[in-house]
């Protein structure tokens, strides 16, 4: 099992509420990621960084946030959530340094949120 | 463009047979591919990865895919499948473009294994 943690599991909140999705590894981990993904649905990367104070958007345009001030925590953030956020959110991370390209990305269990 | 794709949306199978879930690819140089699976509810688990040498890559819970490049394909295999085996499957590409590396999904096969 791969040590990385997603809080909340589930959230259900209403329109226009601030919204913070928790991610944190324990594996020392340069590299993380933000994917949304509809159940059952393809993958989009809508955040990465390549460690403490890094932090880049991806494919998918997305509303929301991320910062890196810790190694081991980054966290999603939608200031104003809207409907249109309602997916699931998979946050993940892999190794850096040499050989790092060729390993795996570590999942975390994911977030679901549903904005009414 | 680099790509992957999945052209099965879904793939039944017996308890007991074999099963594959194909996937085919699209990058310039040499391709790093992965195969995941994710369960209901849950984030996605990595079962292999082929980056060089043998064509043939054994990883988790018996599951094995084949590299085969003038075919452009990293088909996943298993010589017997269990009901548990029922989930969905990505393949995943590493993509070097942009001066970043990320991962590039395909749309996913779901794989239903009946009794």
């Known amino acids: 099992e791969a040590d990385i943690y997603q809080t909340p599991r589930y959230l259900v909140i209403g329109t226009g509420k601030k919204i913070t999705l928790e991610c944190s590894q324990t594996?020392?981990?340069?590299?993380m990621y933000w994917y949304q993904q509809d159940p059952g649905m393809e993958l989009h990367l809508i955040h990465y960084s390549y460690g403490v104070n890094s932090t880049e958007k991806g494919d998918l345009s997305s509303e929301s946030t991320v910062s890196r001030i810790r190694t081991e925590h980054f966290p999603l953030t939608l200031e104003s959530a809207r409907p249109s956020h309602t997916s699931q959110y998979l946050c993940?991370?892999?190794?850096?340094?040499?050989?790092?390209?060729?390993?795996?990305?570590?999942f975390g269990d994911g977030t679901r949120l549903s904005i009414l | 463009a680099q790509s992957v794709a999945q052209p099965e949306d879904q793939v039944n199978v017996a308890e007991g047979n074999p099963l594959t879930v194909k996937c085919t690819y699209s990058?310039?140089?040499?391709?790093?591919l992965f195969w995941y699976v994710q369960y209901p509810n849950r984030g996605l688990q990595f079962l292999l990865k082929?980056?060089?040498?043998?064509?043939l890559v054994k990883g988790s819970y018996g599951f094995e895919a084949e590299f085969n490049k003038s075919q452009t394909s990293f088909h996943l295999k298993k010589p017997s499948a269990l009901v548990s085996d029922s989930a969905l499957y990505f393949c995943?590409?590493?993509?070097?473009?942009?001066?970043?590396?990320?991962?590039?999904f395909g749309a996913g096969t779901r794989l239903a294994v009946h009794p």
């Open positions: 990058v310039s140089g040499n391709p790093y």
């Open positions: 594996m020392g981990h340069d590299k």
């Open positions: 995943a590409v590493r993509d070097k473009s942009g001066g970043y590396n990320k991962l590039i």
């Open positions: 082929y980056i060089t040498g043998d064509n």
């Open positions: 993940a991370s892999s190794e850096s340094g040499t050989g790092g390209d060729n390993q795996p990305q570590h």
